[in-house]
Every structure is written in structure tokens, then in C-alpha cells.
């Protein structure tokens, strides 16, 4: 049994939801790893002032008497990118901040490590192959993608000369309530009966993870002894069109999405046009993955359906 679990983005859209959830269910310890004195936290979790995740930070003093660190902190994949040269940025954080804070933690004695990866791993789209599987050859197609693969491969690396047991979890696009980005501004939109021009979207299919089975699947790997040294990917297990999305959004939201029926290429060349052509085909596109793997060596399963999902999901637009 876990006792002392160290959460790093415990103030984070992932993070959070882990500390949250050990908080009220235990029985472990849950300490929230967070850059400031004042964050407030849950009843029942201890606070650790943690370093800005890099090359050089000191992870000592917050490690002590911890056996399993969940991960979730990231230099995170951003539309306007502010960085001269991004695979830099993101290389400092994601990879040698990683490999930073697990060595300090194998030489802590920490037993495991479960970091919260990213599908960029495998690649950007499935369109015209098999969903996406573990054993895939990793494709990376942008920095952040790449920052994640060179941080899994420098983990494996450490876990082979340590010993420290590592756990990998790529997931698709998380959602739950608090969700930003675009996903988020799609749920304002639909709340706010704004018209989409997605509803001929209807033939792509993407795969997509609601935060509560996210976390589930985290907690479930903290201490099962089949999961040390895997990698698994992590979905709802039901994929959608866009369309379908937004129609089972709206449902959530118990009012229609107004989907208007543009043809697809004429919003891919519209796309073009503005120079949009990755959100052209985050929406257009699809992106599914196969997550039968947790299931086959664990035995989990996800506890929510992407209708209650999505219902959790819009909760705070409906207060």
C-alpha cells in the first residue's frame, strides 16, 4: 500500500484532479507539489514548495519519505508560441527538468515514477491508418511532442540503471470542468448557441479522455504491479466525429448545438487560407487510439461514459 505520493502541477488541470481525488478517497498522503507557500489545499494534503521545473532544480526536500511521484507538471503545448526556438524550451523543462527531478527521486529511494505523457508521442492524425497503439513507432510531429518522447526514452533509460519503476500515460485530449483551450471555447460557444460550421464533420473520429477516467487510470497505476515499466494510452472508449461531439455537448448542456452543414473541403481550404491548417485538422481530421492495452494488464476499465463526461465536464456553464 501507497503511502506518500508527490503530485508536481498539483495546481494544474491534471494535478489537481490527482491530489483531489487521493485527498478524498486515501489512503495514501497526497503532497502537492507547488511553487508558492499560499496555495491553498485540500484538507488532509501536506504542501511542498517545489522548484521550477529545469535542469537544475533541488526536488530533495520534497521527496522525502515519498515512494510514488505522479508527474503531471509540463512546459505545455501552446497556439502562439512566444519562444524563438521552441524544441529548446520545451527540451529544458519536459526533458532534462524530468530526468532532474526522477534521478533526485531514485536516489531518494522512491519505488515508482508515473509520468503523464502525451499522444503527440505517437503522432498527429489517424486518418488513413489503425488507431493508435503502444508498440506504434513514436512520430512526433511538433516540440512539445518531441520534448515527451525524448523525456520517455530518457526515463526508460534511468529506470534500466536504477531500478526506479516507471509508469508512461499518454493520453488524447483531456476534458472535464475548468477545460481551456479550444475545447473549452467549443463548450462556451455551444452554451452560448453560437452557429458552427462543423456539422457536416461527421466521418473523422477522435478519441478523447474525460479528466475523472484520466485520473482513475493514474491511481490505479500508483502501486498495481503489473503496470511498472509500461507505457499505456488512455481513453473513453467511444470515439466521435466532430459533429457527434458537439451534438453530445449540446445534449450535456440540454440545449442544440447549431451545427450548420458546410462541406469539409471547403472548410479545409478556408482553413488554408487563414493559415489554420492545424486546427483545420484537429477538427476536421481524426485521431483515435487503441486503449485496450490498461485494460489487457490491469484490468481497468473507464468508470465514466463520455456522456457523463461531457455532462461533468459543462457543469460549472450551467450554475
Not at 529511494?109 to 508521442?121: C, D, I, L, Y
Request: glycine residues 10%; hydrophobic residues 45%; proline residues 7%.
Amino acid at each position: 500500500m501507497v503511502e506518500r505520493v508527490l503530485v508536481t502541477g498539483a495546481t494544474g488541470f491534471v494535478g489537481g484532479a490527482v491530489v483531489e481525488r487521493l485527498a478524498s478517497e486515501g489512503p495514501c498522503v497526497p503532497v502537492a507539489g507547488c511553487r508558492r507557500r499560499s496555495v491553498l489545499v485540500p484538507e488532509g494534503v501536506e504542501l511542498a514548495v517545489t522548484p521550477s521545473l529545469g535542469p537544475d532544480a533541488d526536488w530533495i526536500g520534497a521527496l522525502q519519505g515519498v515512494e510514488v511521484v505522479v508527474h503531471a507538471a509540463a512546459r505545455v503545448h501552446v497556439m502562439d508560441e512566444p519562444e524563438a526556438d521552441p524544441l529548446e524550451a520545451f527540451r529544458r523543462v519536459n526533458v532534462e527538468g524530468t530526468l532532474r527531478l526522477a534521478r533526485q527521486a531514485a536516489d531518494a529511494g522512491v519505488r515508482r515514477f508515473v509520468f503523464v505523457s502525451s499522444v503527440k508521442v505517437n503522432g498527429e492524425d489517424t486518418s488513413s491508418r489503425q488507431p493508435f497503439r503502444e508498440t506504434d513507432a513514436s512520430a512526433p510531429e511538433d516540440p512539445y511532442g518531441v520534448s515527451k518522447r525524448e523525456a520517455e526514452d530518457g526515463l526508460r533509460a534511468l529506470s534500466a540503471e536504477t531500478g526506479l519503476e516507471v509508469v508512461i500515460i499518454r493520453p488524447p485530449l483531456v476534458y472535464g470542468p475548468g477545460v481551456g483551450a479550444n475545447f473549452g471555447s467549443l463548450l462556451r460557444w455551444v452554451n452560448k448557441g453560437v452557429p458552427l460550421p462543423l456539422g457536416a464533420v461527421t466521418q473523422n473520429r477522435r478519441s478523447l479522455v474525460a479528466l475523472d477516467n484520466l485520473v482513475d487510470l493514474i491511481v490505479t497505476c500508483l502501486d498495481h504491479p503489473a503496470a511498472a515499466g509500461e507505457t499505456f494510452l488512455v481513453a473513453d472508449g467511444e470515439d466521435v466525429s466532430t459533429a457527434g461531439l458537439l451534438r453530445k455537448v449540446g445534449d450535456a448542456l440540454e440545449r442544440p448545438a447549431r451545427l450548420v452543414p458546410v462541406p469539409v473541403w471547403m472548410l479545409r481550404a478556408g482553413a488554408a487560407a487563414l493559415g489554420k491548417r492545424e486546427m483545420a485538422r484537429r477538427l476536421l481530421g481524426s485521431l483515435q487510439v487503441d486503449a485496450s492495452k490498461a485494460r489487457e494488464v490491469l484490468g481497468w476499465t473507464p468508470p465514466v461514459s463520455l456522456d457523463e463526461g461531457l455532462r461533468r465536464a459543462v457543469g460549472p456553464l450551467r450554475r
